[in-house]
């Protein structure tokens, strides 16, 4: 859990919950990471763009040491991603 507040899907608004059908899976509930920026639909889209072109983007760092950069980053900011 983030401890940036975001609005679940039942309390979203139409634009919001296009965005949270579109990433969330049948859970409607993307990860925290992403959910955060659940205050502004626009941003979320954003966010997601910046999320899939640093873990799946060309880069000459794998995808699973970026994975473990990440990991590491989390665990150093006390973040349960």
Same mark, same amino acid.
């Given at each position: 859990m983030s401890h940036i507040k975001y609005i679940p899907y039942d309390k979203a608004n139409p634009p919001l &919950? &296009?965005?949270?059908? &579109?990433?969330?899976? /049948? $859970?409607k509930r993307p990860d925290n990471?992403? +959910?955060i920026s659940s205050v502004n639909p626009l941003a979320m889209e954003g966010h997601?763009?910046?999320?899939? $072109?640093?873990?799946k983007g060309? $880069?000459?760092i794998s995808?699973? +040491?970026? /994975?473990m950069i990440a990991v590491m980053v989390s665990g150093i900011n006390g973040c349960h991603y």
């Open positions: &919950k &296009k965005v949270l059908e &579109k990433y969330g899976g /049948e $859970s990471i992403v +959910n997601m763009g910046l999320y899939r $072109s640093v873990h060309p $880069s000459p995808r699973l +040491n970026r /994975e």
